[in-house]
C-alpha cells in the first residue's frame, strides 16, 4: 500500500521569471498607488477652505446662533455642577474606604 505524500510538505514554488516579474509588478503597483495618493493629497491642499463662521450663518438659522450664549453658560454651569458632585464623591469615597464602607 502506498501512502500519499503530504502536500502541507511540500513547496510550490514558480519559476524564478515568474518570482521576479510578480516582485517587480508589485514594485510598480507601489509606486503608481504613491503616485496616485501625492496627486490626491496635493490637489486636496490646494483647496480653499471655507470659514466657519460663513458656513455657520449660511447653515444655521439665526435664532438657534441668538440662543448659542445661553446654551453654553448653562452647559457651563451643569459641567460644574457635576465637577462638585464628583469631588464631593471622591472624598466621601475616601473617607468610606478608610472605615471599609463605599458607599458614594
Not at 22 to 45: C, K, P, Q, Y
Not at 77 to 91: F, H, I, Y
Request: with cysteine; glycine share 2%.
Amino acid at each position: 500500500m502506498t501512502t500519499m505524500p503530504d502536500l502541507q510538505d511540500q513547496k510550490i514554488r514558480g519559476s524564478w521569471i515568474q518570482r521576479f516579474l510578480i516582485t517587480v509588478f508589485s514594485l510598480l503597483l507601489a509606486l503608481l498607488f504613491h503616485g496616485l495618493l501625492s496627486f490626491v493629497i496635493d490637489d486636496l491642499e490646494n483647496l480653499k477652505r471655507p470659514l466657519y463662521s460663513d458656513v455657520k450663518a449660511r447653515m444655521l438659522s439665526s435664532s438657534i446662533i441668538k440662543t448659542e450664549p445661553s446654551l453654553l453658560k448653562q452647559i457651563t454651569k451643569r459641567l460644574l455642577k457635576v465637577e462638585k458632585l464628583d469631588n464631593g464623591c471622591s472624598a466621601k469615597a475616601r473617607a468610606a474606604h478608610k472605615s471599609r464602607l463605599v458607599n458614594c
